[in-house]
T-cell receptor, first 114, second 117 residues
Framework: AQKITQTQPGMFVQEKEAVTLDCTYDTSDQSYGLFWYKQPSSGEMIFLIYQGSYDEQNATEGRYSLNFQKARKSANLVISASQLGDSAMYFC???????????FGGGTRVLVKP | DAGVTQSPTHLIKTRGQQVTLRCSPK?????VSWYQQALGQGPQFIFQYYEEEERQRGNFPDRFSGHQFPNYSSELNVNALLLGDSALYLC????????????????FGPGTRLTVL
């Protein structure tokens, strides 16, 4: 199986500081997409950011940016200026070019301290 | 514009029983995917429905079945429930997308938390 690995089970971050969440993936495909989702305690998965495998620039969405290193098969999420509301589980996911199936990593729990 | 809705919110069943979970996709979406998320883990893909047919399936036994209706809503059925079926079941809707590098965001519902006793 082609795995998604998130090596940090949990992280503390001080409010207003930046935090980087690691994600590595295993794939033999050339075309794929990478997603990051946030899951608060309510359970709903909230889309944060997307990176296509052929995108030349790293994706950014407001305070979220994706550090995409294709050769290393890594897609780390950077959250800048952390807010208390950022406390949640964060999941990295990969999608093949065809089809809609998402393969998720095990997640990283982020706790923002005031 | 309503997002993805799921019912019920919570459900308690006993081993051996059958359960049906329901999902209404976001307006305009035609594809529904179901995921199982055990406690402390990432979601696992169960299957996906498009045009009322199962299009993709993950590594789940035949006890897990589904249906999609003409209005694009979907049901997930689980027969002969096991304790290990206790999980959060997430429904995601999207549009069928083409192209070799298509971006296709999936919108998730709030989930149904199933407890099997």
């Amino acid at each position: 199986a082609q795995k998604i690995t998130q090596t940090q089970p949990g992280m503390f971050v001080q409010e207003k500081e930046a935090v980087t969440l690691d994600c590595t993936y295993d794939t033999s495909d050339q075309s794929y997409g990478l997603f990051w989702y946030k899951q608060p305690s309510s359970g709903e998965m909230i889309f944060l950011i997307y990176q296509g495998s052929y995108d030349e620039q790293n994706a950014t969405e407001g305070r979220y940016s994706l550090n995409f290193q294709k050769a290393r098969k890594s897609a780390n999420l950077v959250i800048s200026a952390s807010q208390l509301g950022d406390s949640a589980m964060y999941f990295c996911a990969r999608k093949k070019a065809a089809g809609n199936k998402l393969t998720f990593g095990g997640g990283t729990r982020v706790l923002v301290k005031p | 514009d309503a997002g993805v809705t799921q019912s019920p919110t919570h459900l308690i069943k006993t081993r051996g029983q059958q359960v049906t979970l329901r999902c209404s996709p976001k307006s305009g979406h035609d594809t529904v995917s179901w995921y199982q998320q055990a406690l402390g883990q990432g979601p696992q893909f169960i299957f996906q429905y498009y045009e009322e047919e199962e299009r993709q399936r993950g590594n789940f036994p035949d006890r897990f079945s589904g249906h999609q209706f003409p209005n694009y809503s979907s049901e997930l059925n689980v027969n002969a429930l096991l304790l290990g079926d206790s999980a959060l079941y997430l429904c995601a809707s999207s549009l069928q997308a083409g192209g070799w590098n298509s971006y296709n965001e999936q919108f998730f519902g709030p989930g149904t938390r199933l407890t099997v006793l």
